[in-house]
């Protein structure tokens, strides 16, 4: 149990962020006095971040690896934090997007079109696809599930070469035993390939390629 620095309220340690200036490793204010804090002061933040965005950008490029495992080692209390916070907030959330209905839907369609024309983005929405038929069929377990720091090693030991013919090409992500015929979405059974042979292989097997 701790006591909050805003609000004075003495509530649980989960309602509390992680912060490691403290002893007891929280943060002196609970969860929602700090959201209250944000809300009010969204603008200042904004602008702060905007002027930070590059070093943030950095950061996070440099410090990858290590924010992956963070959220892998706390997967359960975010998503324990995430539930709860739903739960709590249903109605705000819902009176919210009544009233913003179509400024969001524009925002969000605007987002897309610009995000899925990035190298980045047709990425990220490539690792979705896999990773969604992968869970469709049951084949692979979670903790198993091929992560963007495996798929980042595979690309770099691939050294821009086809699995298959061996030449250089824009690589693309393909399962050696397909997701259909039982194939799991891990490292073990991912390898680059070019587009024209992943679409020749398409789901066979390796003896009918």
Not at 46 to 67: G, L, S
Not at 111 to 132: D, I, L, M, P, Q
Not at 141 to 167: F, N, V, Y
Not at 187 to 207: D, R
Request: include cysteine.
């Amino acid at each position: 149990m701790k006591r909050c620095s805003k609000c004075k309220e003495v509530k649980a340690l989960t309602e509390f962020c992680q912060d490691r200036s403290t002893q007891d490793g929280r943060a002196r204010s609970c969860r929602l006095c700090r959201q209250k804090y944000q809300r009010e002061h969204q603008a200042e933040i904004k602008a702060y971040w905007q002027a930070h965005r590059d070093k943030t950008r950095h950061y996070r490029e440099v410090h990858k690896e290590k924010r992956h495992a963070y959220r892998r080692a706390h997967a359960g209390e975010e998503r324990a934090y995430s539930a709860w916070y739903h739960k709590t907030h249903r109605r705000e959330r819902r009176a919210y997007q009544e009233a913003h209905k179509e400024e969001m839907r524009a925002y969000q369609r605007a987002y897309n079109v610009a995000h899925s024309k990035t190298e980045r983005g047709k990425e990220k929405n490539r690792r979705s696809c896999n990773a969604r038929r992968a869970r469709k069929w049951g084949n692979t377990p979670p903790e198993r599930m091929l992560t963007r720091g495996q798929w980042d090693k595979i690309l770099a030991m691939s050294k821009g070469r086809c699995h298959w013919c061996g030449k250089k090409c824009k690589p693309t992500m393909d399962h050696v035993r397909p997701v259909s015929r039982g194939g799991q979405h891990t490292a073990e059974n991912v390898v680059v390939s070019c587009m024209v042979c992943n679409l020749k292989k398409h789901a066979k097997i390796i003896t009918l390629f």
